[in-house]
């Protein structure tokens, strides 16, 4: 119910926004778009985490966030819908959409029948429920949760990046239409970040098994593939360089993002993971935010490009502390 009851808010808010006539009604529809979302993640992954072993983890989840991906390649047309009719269309059609398959799971979806969960998971089920203020203090007694908070954090800065100012950059700079430059950018990072969390949860799920920070290189590696994707993304001048660019920084953070609830569940309690991952989910999307606005004054004065630059040396830099300083002891954390 909470999964679908989330799927029906977001849908609604979202047809919400294509009747707003101010920018109050829609910074108001946004966060209630955002509240209902924050209410999916932590819990979903939490869950499959429970459900899947090292063994399977992270290609569990990456199964479930490839979803995601193809949504925003799926999504990506919406500014060709926008182009040809109203931004208010796109809003609706796509909102309108999104109810009618809630109303559609709340039909059909059923719970698996408690006879046929697994053990493991009857068991961590029948747990006592742990005290609020208490899974806090466990968690942000833990360093290593907050390490893990900055290194989910700051790749976040380019994530949204991408997915916010990538199709302005593209239409600015290779001179097409924003009906282009939408589905242009979007499509190309989402199908490969499908592709890289598939990738790297098969990886990740291989590597762990034989190295307790195969979990780590594997992000590690997608982040590294980021890098030459943002200078590429700031210097390309041509649609094949953008391509190229959005096909490798897909690629890459697929890698990173499949594997962050994972390396968390190496670090952290089945308890209190889904708290700690919407910790995560929480300074992962307030980075988006700060980034969404500095990337708006910069394309006012004409340096988006040169930002997208900088976002490479900060990934590098963070690159260098997960290196040194992320050094999980067990494949999976228990109490």
Known sequence: WLIVGSLFVWSGVTFAMGYATSFSQLYVLRALMGISEALYMPTGLAMIADFHSSRTRSMAIGVHLSGNYMGQALGGFGATIADKFSWNTAFQA???????????????????????????TASLKNQDKVP???????????????????LFSVPSLPGWAVKNWLPTLFADKLHIEMGQAGPLSTITTSLSSLIGVIIGGYLSDRW??????????????GLVLTVPALLLIAYGTTITHAIAAGMCFGLGFGMFDGNNMPILCQFVS???????????????????????????KSTDSGGLAGDFALLAGVVLAIIVVQLLFLRPKVRDFVD
């Not at 809630?102 to 969960?117: C, D, H, P, T, Y």
């Not at 609020?132 to 900055?150: E, H, Q, S, T």
């Not at 307030?286 to 708006?296: D, K, P, S, Y």
């Open 94 to 120: 796509f909102g309108m959409i999104g109810m009618a398959y809630a109303v559609v799971l709340i039909v059909f979806l059923r719970e698996k029948n408690k006879s046929e969960l697994i053990e493991e």
């Open 132 to 150: 609020l203020l208490k899974g806090l203090g466990v968690l942000l007694g833990n360093p290593a949760f907050w390490l893990i908070l900055l």
């Open 208 to 221: 762990v098994q034989k190295h307790l920070r195969g979990r780590i290189y594997t992000s590690i590696i």
């Open 270 to 296: 089945p308890k209190y993971r889904a708290t700690g991952y919407g910790f995560m989910n929480m300074m992962g999307i307030m980075a988006g935010a700060l980034i969404t606005e500095w990337l708006g």
